[in-house]
């Protein structure tokens, strides 16, 4: 059964942590993204990867950081220098930047 | 840049009545257009995708959309809505002049009514 998994569900933070989201995907696309959804708005791009071990800055990734050392795998890792992070994050793949993306179903990070 | 307005932040029906969800978008070329739907804590779901082939798309659940290039507009419908067709609605444009960036509106919440 192909598809995007997202862990954990539900993540709560203190300040000042790092904290580590999971993607991964058995699709065999070639890439992938993260995106941050806050109430009322439309989903916005932190970063994507179109192969393994490059990857790009979206429109908001200050304070978050990525990795792709495989294919099937995106881990996004939010640093203590994102000011506002509690949102709800997704994680996305394509088989390519001109494809549709295929959503994981996503994790709520909570900052207490 | 392109973007996207979806021109109704909330819309309200009564179930078996049609369903209109309005986009408009704007693009220096020629675009990609998505419709995707999303339930309560749940990721988004495509529902169809205009890539420059017939201007009227069928999706899956009984959605079509039109693209209309002469009004940059890409509205969704459903000539009679489903209790389960509540959820979020987010209207997408792409195109290759902004490196295939996906622009995603703000999104419509859509209300079936008993």
């Known amino acids: 059964d192909g598809g995007i998994t997202q862990s954990p569900k539900y993540l709560f933070r203190k300040e000042g942590q790092n904290v580590t989201l999971s993607c991964e995907q058995n699709l065999n696309h070639d890439a992938m993204y993260w995106y941050r959804q806050d109430p009322g708005q439309g989903l916005r791009l932190i970063y994507y990867s179109q192969i393994v071990n490059d990857f790009q800055k979206g429109d908001i990734a200050e304070g978050y950081s990525v990795s792709r050392e495989k294919k099937e795998s995106f881990p996004l890792t939010v640093t203590s220098a994102q000011k506002n992070p509690t949102a709800f994050y997704l994680c996305?793949?394509?088989?390519?930047?001109?494809?549709?993306?295929?959503f994981g179903p996503g994790t709520r990070l909570t900052v207490l | 840049a392109q973007s996207v307005t979806q021109l109704d932040s909330h819309v309200s029906v009564s179930e078996g009545t049609p369903v209109l969800l309005r986009c408009n978008y704007s693009?220096?070329?020629?675009?990609?257009l998505f419709w995707y739907v999303q339930h309560p804590n749940k990721g988004l779901q495509l529902l169809l995708k205009y890539t420059s082939a017939a201007t009227l798309v069928k999706g899956i659940n009984g959605f079509e959309a039109e693209f209309k290039k002469s009004e940059t507009s890409f509205h969704l419908t459903k000539p009679s809505a489903h209790m389960s067709d509540a959820a979020e609605y987010f209207c997408?444009?792409?195109?290759?002049?902004?490196?295939?960036?996906?622009?995603f509106g703000a999104g419509t919440r859509l209300t079936v009514k008993p």
């Open positions: 693009s220096s070329y020629s675009p990609s």
């Open positions: 996305a793949s394509s088989q390519s930047r001109v494809d549709e993306q295929f």
């Open positions: 997408v444009v792409s195109d290759q002049y902004n490196n295939n960036d996906m622009r």
